[in-house]
């Protein structure tokens, strides 16, 4: 008895030392590796993307001047239009024609034989804005914009000054900033040569005829909260960009818009906000609704952490632009977008992008992101992205773009600190 008693016991003993073996193995196999340290800064010209104050060129533009017999009155542009999303037209004007912007002393001149850019005052969603409220915004009228806008604009600048003609248009600066960009004018071919500045990016073919590829610069659009009503984000939070009640951002993911009747096989969004109400809206953590009271939406921003943008009628929506200010890391749902400056701007670094057909996992792409990742983001996004918004340094990013269209590399120092 004790012979067998001894020999249960040294099995057991070699069953217990050959567990323990795997489950040794099994942590030692799985464990994560030690960290390998941070590569350190060298070369900084190798680096991309490049500070903005590294310019590429700095150009000088010359503004013109239309006459009030065509151009529309200052008392639509400072107060109709300036409740308009298309307003970065004339946010964009102002801040060339400001003498003590930044921008102005940059890149202006008042002597149109030293500019190698022309910009053309063409307000033409300003137009058609004050159009349409005043004919019960319905979309289709035009209010004679070709006849009394487009027309006068275009003989001005090509036919009673010599500096369109004498490049053919190609170095003039026009704003476009809406939908459908620059097919509401019929009579658009009088303006093709020059460099659209447009707020919606598309790869997509469906929609090629409203872009021009190579000769367009996608920019920010314009946004109530930020432009029209001047929230100013360090009302709400810390210069580090968290809230200043010192609390953690405790709204997982936001969203206040159209519509709650979209239809997964609808073309409105491709059906991707069908989800956003019929199924997120339910989400712990998620905040979704059609909209809030100005003040509210307000501190909410300042309180979210991810802030869902998908596409509307256009792949682009304004609504990325209040995220960005706010330090809301922005969840682009929107395929074949073109974003802002994309050759200057790391976008992947501060948002984080799901396809259309992805959209259903969203909540559990973004609970896989962990807090490193998820601050990372955050970050690049409060230090860097923020600033590419028309409030801060559209303009410069801008100039990038029409120094490599223009085949102008005399880079220079702008001496602006970041």
């Known amino acids: 008895m004790a012979a067998v008693l001894r020999l249960n016991k ?3 003993l070699v069953l217990v030392v050959i567990v323990f073996f795997f489950i040794s193995s099994f942590f030692v196999r799985f464990r994560p ?9 060298r070369d900084l010209s190798s680096y991309w993307p490049e500070p903005v104050e590294n310019a590429v060129c700095r150009p000088k533009i010359y503004v013109y001047e239309a ?6 009155p200052k008392h639509i542009q400072e107060n109709k239009c300036d409740e308009s999303n298309y ?38 969603s300003c137009y058609l804005y004050n159009c349409w409220s005043q004919n019960s915004w319905h979309w289709d009228e035009r209010c004679n914009v070709d006849e009394k806008y487009v027309e006068p604009m275009m003989d001005m600048v090509i036919n009673q000054l010599p500096y369109w003609n004498a490049t053919g248009g190609k170095n003039h600066i026009m704003i476009h900033p809406m939908d459908q960009t620059f097919t509401y004018y019929k009579k658009n071919e009088l303006f093709q040569p020059a460099i659209f500045l447009k707020t919606v990016g598309d790869k997509r073919t469906k929609w090629f005829h409203r872009h021009r590829y190579h000769q367009d610069i996608v920019i920010p659009s314009a946004t109530r909260i930020i432009h029209h009503l001047n929230k ?16 953690k951002r405790d709204i997982f993911v936001m969203f206040h818009g159209c519509c709650n009747d979209v239809q997964v096989d609808d073309e409105y969004s491709n059906g991707i906000r069908s989800l956003f109400f019929n199924y997120f809206q339910h989400y712990s953590g998620y905040d979704i609704g059609l909209g809030l009271a100005d003040e509210d939406y307000t ?38 977008i073109i974003e802002p400056f994309e050759f200057d701007v790391d976008w992947d670094s501060f948002i984080v992008r799901i396809r ?4 259903h996992r969203l909540d559990e792409i973004l609970r896989g992101i962990d807090d490193t990742t998820y601050e990372y983001k955050r970050r690049k996004l409060w230090e860097y992205g923020r600033r590419v918004g028309l409030e801060m340094d559209a303009w410069h990013f801008i100039i990038r773009e029409l120094c490599r269209m223009g085949h102008i590399d005399k880079p220079e120092n702008l001496g602006l600190g970041y």
């Open 33 to 41: 590796a030690s960290p390998a340290p941070p590569l350190p800064v």
């Open 356 to 359: 259309r057909d992805e959209v």
């Open 232 to 247: 100013n984000p360090m009302d709400y939070l810390t210069p580090e960009g968290h809230p200043l009640t010192g609390k």
């Open 67 to 72: 006459p009030s017999t065509f151009q529309v």
């Open 10 to 12: 040294r099995w057991i």
């Open 299 to 336: 501190e909410r921003l300042a309180r979210a952490k991810y802030g869902l943008s998908p596409m509307g009628w256009t792949l682009d929506t304004t609504r990325i632009w209040e995220f960005m200010a706010f330090g809301v890391v922005p969840i682009v749902i929107a395929d074949g």
């Open 87 to 124: 307003n970065s037209e004339i946010i964009l004007h102002n801040q060339l024609t400001d003498p003590t912007s930044k921008i102005h002393q940059l890149y202006v001149t008042k002597n149109p034989e030293e500019a190698n850019f022309f910009f053309i005052p063409f307000f033409g």
